[in-house]
């Protein structure tokens, strides 16, 4: 278990360092916030498609095959990436890193919530994969600084993946034993179905927070005109919040709906204040960190088939980040930055009054 799990943790911070290693430096890879909208959304849009079919692939074959398959497309992506210049071939590019993504990930969260001690494994996992986000966003922005070449973080981070894909290479698995292994395609349909009409507003609130997080990340680059060392230090901040947060709140039951409802409230509000301060970072993130823990409770009660409970729940978050980021780029250079930001706060703002419905298990946390 401990390098199973190891392999995990390593992983999720190789994919999410290299994912972030190019938002820094999204200005020298695109002309527009449009341009660099989509080259930050393509990498979502990847994941977005392969995390439900990467979560249905572990649960019949087994969970290190898809892992392995995860880190090979995110080592072939990075690699192509780092020589890649251009809007087009880079958006291509991140688009396939983010296949590889939703592959890793599907199968990564299917394993850490399937254990007894799926809460406190959680606060590991989502820590890791922060701290990941913190060095792909402060290495890339320091090093594009201080060598003046925007992709010398793409390549580092590509090199990490390699050493996870080589550890990936040497852990094994018993086959998958329970029932759906040999459930058929009408089957899985069934099976989807029924899961997002009992989750319906738990996938919503993770399309809108998360994403929120996304729309703030993908605009700054260009509303503040900032060095992409200074921008890497702001965007670093969120998830060192987010880590923070999640290490903490997963030691204590919290009623999950309730959580959900109030850091929603609060999201809004952190993306006014973003728009105003960087501080509205810390807040973001730190609400991020609560709500990804209270949802990730809620959904470790179906545990028949985690596989696929974690493809949606990561196909919800990946196409909230693939599809506001891109609106709220549009946005912005059609009618400005402000009318942007009001726009994801009070999408924000419409999680806390859809949570509130009866399908949304009030348990606490710590289930």
């Known amino acids: 278990m401990k390098a199973y799990l ?15 290693a190019i938002v820094p430096v999204l200005p020298a890879f695109a002309p527009g916030a449009a341009e660099e909208g989509a080259i930050y959304a393509a990498y979502f849009l990847g994941a977005f498609l392969f995390t439900l079919p990467g979560g249905i692939l572990s649960d019949r074959y087994g969970r290190v095959p898809v892992i392995r398959a995860g880190l090979v497309l995110t080592v072939i992506s990075g690699a192509l990436l780092f020589c890649a210049s251009g809007p087009l071939p880079v958006i291509a590019l991140r688009f396939i890193e983010g296949l590889g993504a939703g592959l890793f990930i599907a199968a990564g969260m299917s394993y850490i919530n399937s254990q007894p001690n799926h809460t406190r494994l959680s606060g590991y996992y989502l820590a890791m994969l922060n701290v990941g986000l913190v060095a792909g966003l402060a290495i890339s922005g320091w090093l594009a600084t201080r060598f003046s070449e925007p992709a010398l973080g793409i390549g580092v981070f590509t090199l990490i993946s390699l050493g996870a894909l080589a550890a990936g290479l040497i852990i094994r698995e018993t086959p998958v034993a329970h029932s759906c292994t040999a459930a058929s395609p009408r089957q899985d349909l069934r099976g989807i179905a029924a899961l997002i009409r009992a989750h319906v507003r738990l996938w919503y609130s993770a399309i809108v927070l998360v994403g929120i997080t996304g729309v703030i990340s993908s605009l700054y680059p260009g509303f503040s005109k900032e060095p992409a060392d200074v921008l890497g230090i702001w965007l670093a901040a969120m998830s060192v919040a ?6 903490v709140i997963s030691r204590f039951p919290l009623p999950a709906r309730d959580t959900i409802r109030w850091s929603a409230v609060l999201m809004a509000g952190g993306v006014l204040l973003s728009f105003v301060s960087p501080f509205g970072f810390v807040v973001l993130g730190a609400l991020a960190g609560i709500v990804m823990v209270a949802q990730m409770a809620i ?3 179906e545990q028949d088939r985690q596989g696929l409970v974690m493809g949606l729940f990561s196909t919800a978050s990946y196409l909230g980040m693939t599809i506001l980021p891109f609106i709220a780029g549009i946005l912005a250079e059609g009618a400005g ?12 703002g419409t999680v806390a009054f859809l949570i509130c419905g009866r399908r949304c298990n009030p348990a606490p946390t710590g289930m």
Do not use: D, E, K, R
């Open 242 to 247: 987010t880590i923070i947060t999640v290490l």
């Open 6 to 20: 190891a392999v995990i943790c390593l992983g999720v911070f190789a994919l999410m360092a290299l994912s972030n």
């Open 337 to 348: 930055y402000p009318y942007a930001f009001v726009f994801t706060a009070i999408l924000g």
């Open 299 to 301: 959904l470790a009660g």
